[in-house]
């Protein structure tokens, strides 16, 4: 039997019936009992019991992302990393320093930028790529994953020619007057370049999914809710992975694995479904993306861009295929998890899950970042719940506002509506799209701006409060996976993880201190695995 007593710490539970306490007894990895110092050292203190003193620090339930790509945050130890980019000179500086140490016939692989964040606001030309990397393939994926430059080396690789078959959803996007490609692809047509992109070595790609995962750890997470096969090999390489690093090598960080639509029948050939695995490595939901972006005017909306008159944005199925794709996971008992950013996209899902049996797991509504009064109202059902990315509205804004008008603005991102209305949310990164730490997801929620701005938040009706953002980042994350009754809250009898905060969140003085505060330290099974 292995027993800690955390003491002398000013610990938010979460858990309505005490909330409020300064001392954790922990006993095997969970949590035994909680309450005042004296009382707890009196009842569970012994001769060789470890005493941590948190010093007056703040500890919480332990934080959990509900969505990311941990594969994405693990390519940014391996690939080149545009996050951040100020300026086209600038990507294409950084695109010209790892190609002048590519081998010819070595692929140039890189990911996170945004035009958004550029002065000019204008992207790489074809030619210029060519220009600063005229020996090897470039295929660089945009911070939202729906995006692609290439340069002409990549296109020769791919032998693209102007009659080449676009996968369903994609486009090789032209020049007006040449018609010829501009380097830009969107959606499916990244397909044309990725099969033929060499796959990164198992170990490879095993090296850089445990960095990712110290990463995690060290910003205080204590479970993610990743979605990797498509980007790690498969199911099967997938699955092995983690199992390896997790279950073998204890790598210490709680994983729930979105599996994406192809591998639905591989997860039922090797018996695996919602809730296989163990507390520290589970299968999750099936994913299915029901649309795209706001970026590229690639989500679906019920009524057209406000500033493109007409277009109505992607569907990225046919409504009778998603529709069979959706059957097809309820054949098999399985929850489904949607990528639906459009209001079009998220009614078409939720027109869909209406006429299927609701399965033991709940059904995940990822992103909602264009609601309405009916949708809303329609989310508020305990067998569904809504992934929201705080973050953002630092990516989107203002210019997501042009997309869809001032009239409908009142419902992106509508978080406090979604709250008010009892819809089950969870917090998360999108990480890579979005920055991983889950303390600038909560100063998003509480803010709804950038760290840089100083105004009082986009649509500031909808900023959350410390307590309802922290339950997104914790027993929202639980919920997701149907795990409220393990974690999520600090309660006896459930699972010992905690973070610990180098400032108290409920009494910061201005949210922008939130820039300044750090996890010290993560605890997983009841043990310390970081500190600052």
């Not at 002409?152 to 090789?172: D, F, M, R, W």
């Not at 006896?492 to 108290?504: C, F, I, P």
Request: a negative charge; aromatic letters at 8%; hydrophobic letters at 40%.
């Amino acid at each position: 039997m292995t027993r800690t007593i955390y003491t002398n710490g000013v610990i938010h539970t979460l858990d309505a019936e005490n909330p409020l306490v300064e001392t954790v007894v922990v006993e095997n990895g969970k949590i035994a009992d909680l309450g005042t110092h004296d009382e707890m050292i009196l009842q569970w203190g012994r001769a060789g019991t470890p005493v941590v003193d948190l010093q007056g620090k703040m500890a919480s339930p332990g934080l959990i992302d509900s969505h990311l790509h941990l594969s994405g945050v693990a390519f940014h130890f391996l690939d080149l990393n545009l996050t951040g980019v100020k300026s086209k000179n600038e990507m294409l500086e950084k695109i010209k320093e790892r190609a002048d140490a590519t081998p010819p016939g070595k692929w140039l692989i890189g990911m996170g930028w945004d035009e958004n964040l550029f002065e000019s606001g204008t992207i790489p030309t074809i030619e210029e790529l060519d220009q600063v990397a005229p020996h090897c393939a470039i295929y660089l994926k945009r911070v939202c994953h729906h995006a692609f430059l290439v340069n002409s080396k990549a296109l020769e690789v791919c032998q693209y020619h102007p009659a080449i078959q676009v996968p369903t959803g994609g486009t090789v996007v032209l020049d007006p007057h040449t018609q010829k490609p501009t380097g830009l692809l969107l959606e499916s047509a990244s397909q044309l370049i990725t099969r033929h992109i060499p796959e990164k070595t198992y170990e490879e790609l095993k090296f850089a999914l445990g960095q990712a995962m110290k990463y995690s750890v060290s910003l205080g997470l204590t479970g993610v809710h990743t979605n990797d096969p498509v980007y790690l090999g498969g199911l099967d390489q997938t699955y092995q992975m983690y199992h390896e690093l997790l279950n073998e090598e204890e790598y210490r960080l709680r994983c729930n694995l979105l599996i994406d639509y192809p591998y639905l029948k591989r997860l039922q050939e090797k018996g695996m479904y919602a809730g296989y695995g163990n507390e520290r490595l589970q299968i999750g939901a099936i994913k299915i993306f029901a649309d795209g972006a706001f970026g590229r005017r690639t989500a679906l909306l019920s009524e057209a861009y406000h500033d493109a008159p007409g277009h109505f944005g992607d569907a990225m199925h046919e409504p009778e295929t998603l529709f069979a794709m959706i059957k097809e996971a309820r054949e098999h008992k399985m929850p489904i998890a949607v990528h639906t950013i459009g209001d079009k996209a998220l009614a078409d899902v939720l027109d869909i899950l209406d006429q299927m049996p609701k399965v033991e797991h709940r059904d995940r509504l990822i992103h909602v970042s264009l609601l309405r009064e009916d949708l809303v109202k329609r989310l508020a059902d305990p067998s569904r719940i809504a992934d929201i990315q705080p973050r953002f509205v630092v990516g989107d804004f203002p210019w997501v506002k042009d997309r869809v008008g001032e009239q409908r603005g009142e419902y992106l991102y509508a978080w406090k509506k979604l709250l008010s209305a009892g819809v089950l949310c969870a917090g998360g990164s999108d990480a890579p799209v979005e920055p991983l730490d889950p303390l600038l997801g909560i100063h998003a929620a509480l803010t709804r701006r950038a760290p840089s701005e100083t105004h009082n938040g986009w649509y500031e009706n909808e900023k959350l409060s410390m307590t309802e953002a922290l339950q997104a980042f914790t027993i929202g994350g639980a919920y997701a996976t149907n795990e409220e009754q393990i974690k999520g809250t600090l309660t006896r009898g459930k699972l010992a993880d905690m973070t610990v905060y180098s400032k108290n969140l409920f009494t910061l003085e201005n949210p922008d201190e939130l820039l300044e505060t750090k996890a010290e330290m993560t605890i997983i099974d009841g043990e310390i695995q970081n500190v600052r």
